[in-house]
Structures are given as structure tokens and as C-alpha cells.
């Protein structure tokens, strides 16, 4: 079993759309998570990290569930700018472990 | 913020070359990571250090080789290029504690002809 999996998309929604990610990871140990947002040819960059209660920035709402191992990222009220590649990362012993990403193309 | 200077962003060298991949941060940073990342494959990890002289190898370390002499720079070497080493190349610091992110460069696109 991978140790981060998601759903590859590439996922087609209108701007102003609603749009989840799922993820799951196979390490029950971990204790940190991140989602990272990478646009074409570009490095990830850290979009947020997900706490265990759940936490919202602006237009993004990120939730965690350890007893599913269970990740997710809501983005509301989509924009063309949230076109890009969203990783999934959870630490593992000694680094972070990414999944391959979700495509996002969000369009007028 | 801080800063992950990669040296170069686009390189192209012959199969059996020596080919060095330097990585610079400037927050004196422990940890320093090396990733390619290959469409549908994801990012992997080749090797990482925690500290000045200190190398871990990573998923797929074979074929390369690290160096860590000073705590900002962290260089990675292919000791003889091979076209499957051709590959975006992400280098990445951060903080120790398990609570935090890495900082990305910018990435060197290697293409071995």
C-alpha cells in the first residue's frame, strides 16, 4: 500500500464552484499533514497545514481524520488562480512522504 | 522567508557525465532534502541530512551521491549521468520538529541526452 494516495483527477469545475480532495494515508503513526499547492513546472508550495480539529484558510477549509486516516481540503467559491496541482504530504520517519496530486482546472 | 536557492534551473548533459546540483538556504536550516519528481510517479525521495557531514539515503538513492560540508548547502551528485536520470530535481530545508513543512527551490530540470 502507498504510503499517501489520492484521486489523480484531473479535476474539471466553473469558477465559483465547490470542489473537495480526499486522501489517505497508510502510517497511523504520523503526526503531521500538509497540503501543498504546485502550478505547472513550478516547486510545491505550502498552501496549509491540517490540523486535528480542522482549520480554515479564506476559501480553504482543511480536515483531518486519524481514525480513517483520512485527509481533505475543501476550496470554495472557485477562482481560475486555484488552477493547480494540490499534494497531499504526510510525514513519515524521517521526511515528508507526497502523494502524486490532484489536478484541479477550474474554468470561466 | 526563507530562501532554497537552487543553482541552476535548466541543464542538459551527456550519458557518463559527472553532474553536480547545488542547493542553498539561508536560515540555517538542519534539515536538507533531495527529491526528483517524474509524471505519475510523484515526488521521491533520493537523500536527505540532518546536520553538516550527516547523509541518509532516501526511496531510490542508487546512481547518486550527496555532500554536505557547510550546514546552508546541500549538493547533490549524479556520478555518471544516465537518461533515467533525466528528471525535475527538487531540493527542500527545513526546521527540525515533525510540525513543520519543507521550503522548496525553485527545481533544476536535468535532461541527460
Known amino acids: 500500500r502507498k504510503e499517501v494516495e489520492q484521486d489523480p483527477g484531473p479535476f474539471n469545475v466553473p469558477e465559483g464552484a465547490t470542489v473537495a480532495f480526499n486522501c489517505t494515508y497508510s502510517?497511523?503513526?504520523?503526526?503531521?499533514f500538509f497540503w501543498y499547492r504546485q502550478d505547472c513546472r513550478k516547486e510545491p508550495k505550502l498552501l496549509m497545514s491540517?490540523?486535528?480539529s480542522g482549520n480554515e484558510d479564506g476559501r480553504f477549509t482543511a480536515q483531518l481524520n486519524r481514525a480513517s486516516q483520512y485527509i481533505s481540503l475543501l476550496i470554495r467559491d472557485s477562482k481560475l488562480s486555484d488552477s493547480a496541482t494540490y499534494l497531499c504530504?504526510?510525514?513519515?520517519?524521517?521526511?515528508?512522504?507526497f502523494g502524486k496530486g490532484t489536478s484541479l482546472l477550474v474554468t470561466p | 522567508d526563507v530562501k532554497v536557492t537552487q543553482s541552476s534551473r535548466y541543464l542538459v548533459k551527456r550519458t557518463g557525465e559527472k553532474v553536480f546540483l547545488e542547493c542553498v538556504q539561508d536560515?540555517?536550516?538542519?534539515?536538507m532534502f533531495w527529491y526528483r519528481q517524474d509524471p505519475g510517479l510523484g515526488l521521491r525521495l533520493i537523500y536527505f541530512?540532518?546536520?553538516?557531514?550527516?547523509?541518509e539515503k532516501g526511496d531510490i538513492p542508487e546512481g547518486y551521491s550527496v555532500s554536505r560540508e557547510k550546514k546552508e548547502r546541500f549538493s547533490l551528485i549524479l556520478e555518471s549521468a544516465s537518461t533515467n536520470q533525466t528528471s525535475m530535481y527538487l531540493c527542500a530545508s527545513r526546521p527540525p520538529g515533525i510540525g513543520l513543512g519543507y521550503t522548496f527551490g525553485s527545481g533544476t530540470r536535468l535532461t541527460v541526452v
Open positions: 491540517v490540523y486535528s
Open positions: 504530504v504526510v510525514n513519515g520517519r524521517y521526511a515528508l512522504n
Open positions: 536560515m540555517d536550516h538542519e534539515n
Open positions: 502510517n497511523s503513526a504520523s503526526q503531521s
Open positions: 541530512s540532518y546536520d553538516v557531514k550527516m547523509k
